[in-house]
């Protein structure tokens, strides 16, 4: 996770002050308990893009011979992986 701790519970109250402001929306709960539940959101994400990553890396190792042999540049192919894995996991990056 690329996030300390500190930082997601920031964007958390971030993200609570913002739809506060909406008035179609009604909390049901106190603001701590919301911003806990926005913050974990955040790490499942957060969580769930390293998981694409280490993939993604796994997959291009499989063919960095040929890339070598090509001359290709391997970031432009890792994230080409990457965002298929996104794609094909309805995941957003």
């Known amino acids: 996770m ?3 701790p500190e930082k997601i519970d920031q964007l958390a109250a971030l993200v609570y002050a913002a739809l506060k ?3 179609e929306l009604t909390f049901n709960g106190e603001k ?3 911003t ?3 913050a974990k959101v955040i790490e499942g994400d957060l969580r769930e893009e390293d998981e694409l990553d280490v993939e993604a890396q796994k997959l291009l190792d499989l063919h960095a011979d040929d890339l ?3 001359g290709a540049s391997t970031a432009p192919v890792l994230r080409k992986i990457k965002d298929k894995l996104a794609r094909d996991r309805g995941f957003t990056l």
């Open 2 to 4: 690329r996030l300390k």
């Open 21 to 23: 402001d909406i008035p």
């Open 32 to 34: 701590n308990d919301i």
């Open 36 to 38: 806990a539940a926005i």
């Open 68 to 70: 070598r042999r090509t």
